[in-house]
């Protein structure tokens, strides 16, 4: 089993930055890669980021694209997603993802943590 447990979110105006956090503790062998989604009520959840777990790769959503920057921690086994730049547009929970090597799928999720960007 893995676990995961985001922190970081809270309210900041527009324009202001977040720092989220993502530490993964467990059976974290044989991952193959984590992700950043996003979750508005009555909204399905929607891809935000995503980095291979070695650290190398990195992908983004068109609308975070050069806003959002994620990255990772191998020692502490914590990835991160730094938040700028931030709309109103961005207020969501987000939840960190973990997928294993040979899934093709997200195999565990975190609890998720609001992030709210008032106008």
């Known amino acids: 089993q893995v676990q995961l447990v985001e922190s970081g979110g809270g309210l900041v105006q527009a324009g202001g930055s977040l720092r989220l956090s993502c530490a993964a503790s467990g059976r974290t062998f044989s991952s193959r890669g984590m992700g950043w989604f996003r979750q508005v009520p009555g909204k399905e959840r929607e891809f935000v980021s995503t980095?291979?777990?070695?650290?190398?790769?990195?992908s983004y959503a068109e609308s975070v694209k050069g806003r959002f920057t994620m990255s990772r921690d191998n020692a502490k086994n914590t990835m991160y997603l730094q938040m700028n730049s931030l709309k109103p547009e961005d207020t969501a929970v987000y939840y960190c993802?973990?997928?294993?090597?040979?899934?093709?799928?997200?195999?565990?999720w975190g609890q998720g943590t609001q992030v709210t960007v008032s106008s």
């Open positions: 980095i291979t777990w070695s650290g190398g790769r990195t």
């Open positions: 993802a973990l997928s294993k090597v040979g899934s093709g799928t997200w195999d565990y």
